[in-house]
T-cell receptor, first 114, second 112 residues
Framework: DSGVTQTPKHLITATGQRVTLRCSPR?????VYWYQQSLDQGLQFLIQ???????AKGNILERFSAQQFPDLHSELNLSSLELGDSALYFC?????????????FGPGTRLTVT | GENVEQHPSTLSVQEGDSAVIKCTYS??????FPWYKQELGKRPQLIID?????GEKKDQRIAVTLNKTAKHFSLHITETQPEDSAVYFC???????????FGKGTKLSVKP
């Protein structure tokens, strides 16, 4: 158990809908990262937050957005869902300080868009 | 930006043999190189990492080597066991992007 929690574990929804994925980082970690993993694909970095502020952006679609709240949990919002958005979505956390790079992953949310 | 190439994409070994997975990176400013193991349907688990000021690091049956000049790093697993079967991802951190860039993964199968 990495200490990173994600809810829900599974989500099934229809095209055009909007969903919210939630992540709580390890105790003491200030940085949260979101990744997308499609079937047989690697891990695609979406976005990073550090202590409530957006720090880095990867290949995140305009239909997707995220935020990190004062208690450091983060939410990833996916809207106007398409079939191709079906994937495993992982959250990872790290301390976020200088020279602290280790990222620990949560169990993931499996999103199925029908 | 950073690009990480990983080879091979699949690797099959006999139990007890060694396995080697290789990665190359493009951004010479990258300074942290972790390896993750992912079993089917589970989260990626950090198994070992190395920083750019170190050439080699070992942890029991697992070792990682880094050649900064050639910009490549490798994962070595000795005395493989069936439970080592998983997908292994390398990654590079730092450089201009400041986040982890992952290789596409290597599916390791260890046959008993």
């Amino acid at each position: 158990d990495s200490g990173v929690t994600q809810t829900p574990k599974h989500l099934i929804t229809a095209t055009g809908q909007r969903v919210t994925l939630r992540c709580s980082p390890r105790s003491g970690d200030l940085s949260v990262y979101w990744y997308q993993q499609s079937l047989d694909q690697g891990l695609q970095f979406l976005i990073q937050y550090y202590n409530g502020e957006e720090r880095a952006k990867g290949n995140i679609l305009e239909r997707f957005s995220a935020q990190q709240f004062p208690d450091l949990h983060s939410e990833l919002n996916l809207s106007s869902l398409e079939l191709g958005d079906s994937a495993l979505y992982f959250c990872a956390s790290s301390q976020g300080g200088p020279l602290t790079y280790e990222q620990y992953f949560g169990p993931g949310t499996r999103l199925t868009v029908t | 930006g950073e690009n990480v190439e990983q080879h091979p994409s699949t690797l099959s070994v006999q139990e007890g043999d060694s396995a080697v997975i290789k990665c190359t990176y493009s951004d010479s400013a990258s300074n942290y190189f972790p390896w993750y193991k992912q079993e089917l349907g589970k989260r990626p688990q950090l198994i070992i990492d190395i920083r750019s000021n170190v050439g080699e690091k070992k942890d029991q049956r697992i070792a990682v080597t880094l050649n900064k000049t050639a910009k490549h790093f490798s994962l070595h697993i000795t005395e493989t066991q069936p439970e080592d079967s998983a997908v292994y991802f390398c990654a590079a951190y730092g450089g201009s992007q400041g986040n982890l860039i992952f290789g596409k993964g290597t599916k390791l199968s260890v046959k008993p």
